[in-house]
Structures are given as C-alpha cells and as structure tokens.
C-alpha cells in the first residue's frame, strides 16, 4: 500500500483538521460514562446481559441512526485481529481496557472518527467525542446530543440525588470526563512545567504525559482533564477547564517568545537538527522520533520552517506508534525492525510535503 | 532532583527510611526504584492503579475499620441484594457491580463520594430527559423557590408574587405528572 493512501485511511479528522488554538491545542475531547439501569455492571454481568447491552445499543442505531454523523459501524472486539485492536487503541479511538480486558466489547464508530461510543467498557456504555483543536464546548454538546439521543430508547442507571451511577464511584454524578491534548514545548524547555502542573493538580485538574510513562512527556504532549464528576454541572466543569487550559496557552505563548528573543539561534538550531534527524536518519526509536517532532512542530508554529504542514505531529506521533508501523508493514515486527520502519515512514512522509 | 541510582532520568519517588533511629533519604526515578523492588515494597511492573489507590482511600474509612471487627456475626456482612456484591468486595476492587449497590451502600459510601469529588455529595448537573421528567420540574421549582427568596430579601415584592405564582403552576403540574405516572 503507498503511504498516501495508507495514511489517508490512518488519519482521523482530529489529527488533519486544524481547529481553534491548534498550534498549542491537538485535540479536545469529551467522555461520558452511562450505565443501562437493568443490567449489572460490566464487572459482573452475565455472558447474556452483555449480549443484550450490545443488542440494545444496535437496535436503537438500527432503529434511527444518528443521522447527523453519517454512517456509523459497530465494531465487535472478539471479531478484530489483535493489531487492529491496538491501532483503534492508538487513535485513542478505544480505551487500552476495551482492547484487552471487556468481554464483549464492542465500539460503534462514526465514519469522521469524531465519535466512538464504547460499549462494555467499564460501563456499559462510554460516548467519546474527540474534536481537533481547543473545541471543548463544541464536543460537549455533540455529546450531549448523542447521549439525548441514546435515552430516548434506552433507560440509563440515573439516582435523584448522585446522577448518573457508574461503575466506579470516581465518575458518579455527571460522569464527564473532558480532555485536552496540549503540546507545550516553550513550558518544558523553559522548565516552568514542573511549577505548573503541582499548581494546576491543586484546582481539582490532572496533568500527565500522555506518552511514554509516569511523569515523562513524550513529544512534550500533556493530557489536562477533570476530576471531579459530582457536585459541578457539565457546563461548570468544562468552564473550569477551559479557562485553566486557557492560560496554559497564554503562558506557553509568552513562554516561546521568551524563547524567541533570549536564545533564537539555539532553538533555530536545534529545530533544523531535529529536521535533519528526522529526514535522514535510518534507525530511529520513538523517544528520539517524539522529541525530533516536537521541535519540528515547534519551529512550524514559530516560523522556522515553512512548507510543511502543521498536522506532522498529530499524525507522525501516531503513525510512529508500534501497532500502526506493524499494520503499514503488514505483519508483526520486532522492536529493532519498528525502529527501521519508523525511520522510513518519517523519512517518506517527509519527502510527501516536498512535492 | 536527578535519580541518584541511574543519574539520568528525574526522579519522582522520594523515601525515607528509619532504621534504629538512622535515617537515610532515598530520591529515585520510577524505573530504579522498580528495580530496588521489594526495599520499597512497590508491587510489579504494571504499579499502582487508580484502583489500589481508591482501595487504600476506602480502607482508611471509620465505618469500615469498625465493620471488620465484628465480621464475626454474618448478619453484619453488608452486600448488595440485586449483585450480591459485598461491601468489603467493592473496597478491593474499587468498582460497583450495579446500579443498586449505591443504595445498598448508601450510608457507607457518602464520606467516599466527598472525598472523591472534594466534599460533593449531590450531583448538580444533566437530567436525562424521559425518565428524569419530573425531577426537571422538581429542580425548576427549588430554583425559583430561591430566587422567591432573594426578592423579598430585596423587597421586590411584585416580582416574588410572580414567581411565586409560577411556583404554584409547576407544582400542580408536578403533581398531575406524578399521578399519571402512577
């Protein structure tokens, strides 16, 4: 398969759209977790009642899709391939949970990517919306449209008193969890993130990496959500996170110009290295491809580097990822042989913004 | 602060140790302190879940600690009557196993959901449309009985009687609501 048609069918709308704030903001995202009132819970239920949920939820797409989406495809987890798994896991169109652990997961998907409701998760039904940029507001209301939609046939586990009643008691209430991905280098090489994140954690925010493990940041891309579901109204929450994130990117914005006029030269350089390693390098492992992006991606936003398009770090970053570079190879490969495909994938995609 | 065992990555575990009053002071990066493994008594590879956390949360729980002393009559076994979930299940795995447990648990789980949600305890945001529907007249009608209040606070008595005259018209419609149900 040529690269272009295989990332063209790789790419999510999320990852080659530019939304609002892009240059800082990858991706918004809204999750909200609901629970089928008749059913045990996933960590219990019967082979039969899981059957059921699914049954349920393909009855009411059957019944009147949600037109408004297009299309949208169930997917049934015991009927995927492993690396089929892994690479829906990758476009964090499924959790890493529904890919290894459910029985009888399953993902209903519509065709843009923007939504996936995962179904016989650790709830029974988890509706995800993944938007491009800094859209939570926008993401919020397409899920609340789709779970209006949803209820319409389908009576949810709700209590007067502590709402929407989950599996695990850290999402009673709205069962809202609401996302940004941020890629904050100007706040990393300044060294003020490791002040920032203890501050925001304070304001009932987490901070983390959301590659690489424990308190790294792969591609300097950090993950900003809520944790609080109970006691705040949807809106309230996403409101709060949203002026959080809000100076986050005021503070990353000041952070590069300081960057800019106090070291041009050293972070010119260190930009066209990184391009140079990208472009040439024949073994490259994901940590160096995740960092060399990052800089790429940097010296775009801050006019370094010019014809290239400014999605490379949504996609490569996904893209370079182990099931993705297996899928492109079509077949399993050993971690030595990832870092040669990995080289050669970046290196070909490179060449693409060339032409 | 700089891993002192590999001195390359950050380190993010800090201990202290006090043995026969010596104290020595430990700054490790995740990795070498999985390696140090059991000097920490930090568990495999995969490490602390969110689970284990919330399962530590919940054992330091007063009512729990008290439960664990008469586990002796089996009458005082607390367990979910729909899932047959026990309560001291629950606080190992963190997880409920049906809608009914919240009820079952009531009690004991009030100060958990405070500590989780920061002294929350009452869910203040989205009503599902159908079956939530006279909890939307319920909750209209406790916001305008407060909005009542404020206005006579502020003596804005011609305002309040026009509240309270829509207070009136969503109860009776409340109350209609609740006998169809039935």
């Given at each position: 398969?040529?690269?272009?048609?295989?990332?063209?069918?790789?790419?999510?709308?999320?990852?080659?759209?530019?939304?609002?704030?892009?240059?800082?903001?990858?991706?918004?995202?809204?999750?909200?977790?609901?629970?089928?009132?008749q059913f045990k819970?996933?960590?219990?239920f019967s082979n039969d009642e899981a059957k059921s949920v699914?049954?349920?939820?393909?009855?009411?797409?059957?019944?009147?899709?949600?037109?408004?989406?297009?299309?949208?495809?169930?997917?049934?987890?015991?009927?995927?391939?492993?690396?089929?798994?892994?690479?829906?896991?990758?476009?964090?169109?499924?959790?890493?949970?529904?890919?290894?652990?459910?029985?009888?997961?399953?993902?209903?998907?519509?065709?843009?990517?923007?939504?996936?409701?995962?179904?016989?998760?650790?709830?029974?039904?988890?509706?995800?919306?993944?938007?491009?940029?800094?859209?939570?507001?926008?993401?919020?209301?397409?899920?609340?449209?789709?779970?209006?939609?949803?209820?319409?046939?389908?009576?949810?586990?709700?209590?007067?008193?502590?709402?929407?009643?989950?599996?695990?008691?850290?999402?009673?209430?709205?069962?809202?969890?609401?996302?940004?991905?941020?890629?904050?280098?100007?706040?990393?090489?300044?060294?003020?993130?490791?002040?920032?994140?203890?501050?925001?954690?304070?304001?009932?925010?987490?901070?983390?990496?959301?590659?690489?493990?424990?308190?790294?940041?792969?591609?300097?891309?950090?993950?900003?959500?809520?944790?609080?579901?109970?006691?705040?109204?949807?809106?309230?929450?996403?409101?709060?996170?949203?002026?959080?994130?809000?100076?986050?990117?005021?503070?990353?914005?000041?952070?590069?110009?300081?960057?800019?006029?106090?070291?041009?030269?050293?972070?010119?350089?260190?930009?066209?290295?990184?391009?140079?390693?990208?472009?040439?390098?024949?073994?490259?492992?994901?940590?160096?491809?995740?960092?060399?992006?990052?800089?790429?991606?940097?010296?775009?936003?801050?006019?370094?580097?010019?014809?290239?398009?400014?999605?490379?770090?949504?996609?490569?970053?996904?893209?370079?990822?182990?099931?993705?570079?297996?899928?492109?190879?079509?077949?399993?490969?050993?971690?030595?042989?990832?870092?040669?495909?990995?080289?050669?994938?970046?290196?070909?995609?490179?060449?693409?913004?060339?032409? | 602060?700089?891993?002192?065992?590999?001195?390359?990555?950050?380190?993010?575990?800090?201990?202290?140790?006090?043995?026969?009053?010596?104290?020595?002071?430990?700054?490790?990066?995740?990795?070498?302190?999985?390696?140090?493994?059991?000097?920490?008594?930090?568990?495999?590879?995969?490490?602390?879940?969110?689970?284990?956390?919330?399962?530590?949360?919940?054992?330091?729980?007063?009512?729990?600690?008290?439960?664990?002393?008469?586990?002796?009559?089996?009458?005082?076994?607390?367990?979910?009557?729909?899932?047959?979930?026990?309560?001291?299940?629950?606080?190992?795995?963190?997880?409920?196993?049906?809608?009914?447990?919240?009820?079952?648990?009531?009690?004991?789980?009030?100060?958990?959901?405070?500590?989780?949600?920061?002294?929350?305890?009452?869910?203040?945001?989205?009503?599902?449309?159908?079956?939530?529907?006279?909890?939307?007249?319920?909750?209209?009608?406790?916001?305008?009985?407060?909005?009542?209040?404020?206005?006579?606070?502020?003596?804005?008595?011609?305002?309040?009687?026009?509240?309270?005259?829509?207070?009136?018209?969503?109860?009776?419609?409340?109350?209609?609501?609740?006998?169809?149900?039935?």
């Amino acid at each position: 398969m040529s690269l272009e048609r295989f990332i063209n069918q790789a790419v999510s709308s999320w990852m080659s759209a530019e939304g609002p704030d892009s240059d800082i903001i990858l991706s918004s995202r809204i999750r909200l977790a609901r629970n089928i009132s008749q059913f045990k819970f996933p960590i219990l239920f019967s082979n039969d009642e899981a059957k059921s949920v699914i049954h349920k939820i393909k009855e009411r797409v059957d019944d009147s899709s949600f037109t408004k989406l297009g299309n949208m495809e169930l997917l049934l987890m015991d009927e995927l391939q492993p690396l089929q798994k892994r690479v829906l896991m990758e476009k964090h169109l499924i959790s890493p949970y529904l890919a290894e652990n459910s029985s009888y997961g399953a993902c209903l998907l519509s065709e843009n990517e923007e939504l996936s409701i995962m179904i016989n998760e650790e709830d029974h039904i988890r509706i995800q919306c993944l938007f491009p940029g800094f859209q939570l507001l926008e993401a919020l209301e397409m899920a609340n449209e789709i779970d209006d939609w949803l209820e319409e046939k389908i009576d949810y586990a709700f209590d007067e008193n502590i709402g929407y009643l989950t599996s695990c008691p850290t999402n009673v209430g709205t069962g809202l969890r609401a996302s940004v991905m941020m890629h904050l280098p100007g706040l990393v090489l300044t060294q003020q993130i490791n002040r920032i994140i203890p501050a925001i954690n304070q304001l009932g925010l987490v901070v983390r990496g959301i590659y690489g493990e424990g308190s790294e940041a792969l591609g300097n891309i950090f993950q900003v959500s809520n944790q609080l579901t109970l006691g705040k109204s949807e809106i309230d929450i996403v409101e709060d996170l949203k002026s959080v994130v809000s100076q986050l990117i005021s503070q990353e914005r000041s952070a590069r110009e300081a960057l800019e006029k106090t070291s041009n030269i050293q972070l010119e350089d260190r930009v066209f290295r990184s391009f140079g390693i990208l472009s040439n390098s024949r073994i490259i492992e994901s940590k160096e491809a995740a960092r060399c992006l990052s800089d790429v991606r940097l010296g775009i936003d801050m006019g370094y580097l010019s014809d290239i398009s400014k999605n490379i770090l949504n996609e490569l970053m996904i893209l370079t990822q182990p099931g993705f570079l297996q899928q492109y190879a079509g077949g399993p490969l050993r971690p030595h042989e990832r870092d040669i495909r990995r080289a050669s994938l970046i290196r070909e995609r490179l060449k693409m913004e060339n032409q | 602060m700089i891993c002192q065992e590999c001195n390359q990555r950050p380190a993010t575990l800090h201990f202290t140790k006090i043995v026969n009053a010596e104290k020595a002071e430990y700054h490790l990066c995740e990795k070498c302190a999985q390696e140090k493994g059991d000097m920490f008594m930090l568990s495999g590879a995969t490490g602390f879940s969110i689970n284990n956390l919330l399962a530590g949360l919940l054992n330091m729980d007063p009512t729990v600690k008290k439960k664990e002393q008469d586990t002796f009559e089996e009458e005082t076994i607390l367990q979910c009557d729909q899932c047959s979930m026990t309560f001291q299940q629950f606080i190992k795995i963190g997880r409920f196993g049906c809608a009914h447990c919240y009820k079952a648990f009531e009690e004991q789980l009030k100060p958990i959901l405070r500590r989780l949600h920061s002294g929350n305890s009452s869910h203040n945001g989205k009503i599902p449309a159908r079956i939530g529907g006279s909890l939307h007249l319920k909750k209209n009608i406790e916001e305008l009985k407060y909005q009542l209040k404020e206005s006579i606070s502020r003596e804005e008595f011609e305002k309040a009687a026009e509240i309270r005259d829509e207070i009136r018209l969503l109860e009776s419609q409340l109350n209609t609501n609740l006998e169809g149900g039935k």
